[in-house]
C-alpha cells in the first residue's frame, strides 16, 4: 500500500504561481513512477505530468503545460512537488498526485488538492 497526500492548492490570479507537494509512504519502493493528474469541473481527469522515482527522474508533461509547470521529486524526503508557473484559468481543477505501482502498474491516488486561478 501506498499513502499520498497532496498540500499547496489555493487561489491564484492569472498569471501567478503555485508550488504543489505530495508527501508518499508505505511501500515506497514498489513505486515505478509518480506524478500529476487533474480534474476540472464537468471534465475527464487528465494527466499533468510525471516524473520516474529510480534512475534520473525521466518526466513528461501535457502539452499544455510544457514550458509552465515543472516536476520534480526528493527521494530523501519522499516528496514529490509540481512548480506551476503562468498560471491561467484554464489550469483550475482539483489536482491529484498519484503513484504507479512497478510490479502491478496500480494507481494509488492522493485525495486532491483545489487549484483556482482567477481572471
Known amino acids: 500500500q501506498v499513502q499520498l497526500a497532496e498540500s499547496g492548492g489555493g487561489l491564484v490570479q492569472a498569471g501567478g504561481s503555485l508550488r504543489l507537494s505530495c508527501a508518499v509512504s508505505?511501500?515506497?519502493?514498489?513505486?515505478?513512477?509518480m506524478g500529476w493528474y487533474r480534474q476540472a469541473p464537468g471534465k475527464q481527469r487528465e494527466l499533468v505530468a510525471t516524473i520516474t522515482r529510480g534512475g534520473d527522474g525521466s518526466t513528461n508533461y501535457a502539452d499544455s503545460v510544457k514550458g509552465r509547470f515543472t516536476i520534480s521529486r526528493d527521494n530523501a524526503k519522499n516528496m514529490v512537488y509540481l512548480q506551476m508557473n503562468s498560471l491561467n484559468p484554464e489550469d483550475t481543477a482539483v489536482y491529484y498526485c498519484?503513484?504507479?505501482?512497478?510490479?502491478?502498474?496500480?494507481?494509488?491516488w492522493g485525495q486532491g488538492t483545489q487549484v483556482t486561478v482567477s481572471s
Open positions: 508505505g511501500s515506497i519502493f514498489s513505486i515505478n513512477d
Open positions: 498519484y503513484a504507479s505501482s512497478r510490479a502491478t502498474k496500480y494507481n494509488y
